[in-house]
Nanobody, 124 residues
Framework: QVQLVESGGGLVQAGASLRLSCVAS????????MAWFRQAPGKGREFVAN????????NYADFVKGRFTISRDNEKNTVSLQMNSLNAEDTAVYYC?????????????????WGQGTQVTVSS
């Protein structure tokens, strides 16, 4: 079992930055892939970024490349998402997830553990 708790969401203006954090507890290891997904109102859950602790490999959705950066602290079992140049289209609930195995697995079904989510709202 893995438990995930997100933090760092909030209300910001367009162009601002936010940093989301996710603390994992339970049966975690550096080989597990940690990911961020998001879900906007009326839309499905979409992949944002992921990272594998064993080799630091990462993968990003095209719409966040150059703006968001995912990082991981294996000792603290924490994964973070630095979000810069936010725009209104980034408004969503952001979820931390664990599972996968390889960073090419971006579909939600590959991830067995999920946090409760943290709301990010960007005003234009």
């Amino acid at each position: 079992q893995v438990q995930l708790v997100e933090s760092g969401g909030g209300l910001v203006q367009a162009g601002a930055s936010l940093r989301l954090s996710c603390v994992a507890s339970g049966r975690t290891g550096s080989s597990i892939v940690m990911a961020w997904f998001r879900q906007a109102p009326g839309k499905g859950r979409e992949f944002v970024a992921n990272i594998r602790g064993s080799d630091g490999s990462t993968n990003y959705a095209d719409f966040v490349k150059g703006r968001f950066t995912i990082s991981r602290d294996n000792e603290k079992n924490t994964v973070s998402l630095q979000m810069n140049s936010l725009n209104a289209e980034d408004t969503a609930v952001y979820y931390c997830a664990a599972g996968g195995g390889v960073v090419t697995r971006t579909a939600p079904g590959w991830y067995h553990y999920w946090g409760q989510g943290t709301q990010v709202t960007v005003s234009s």
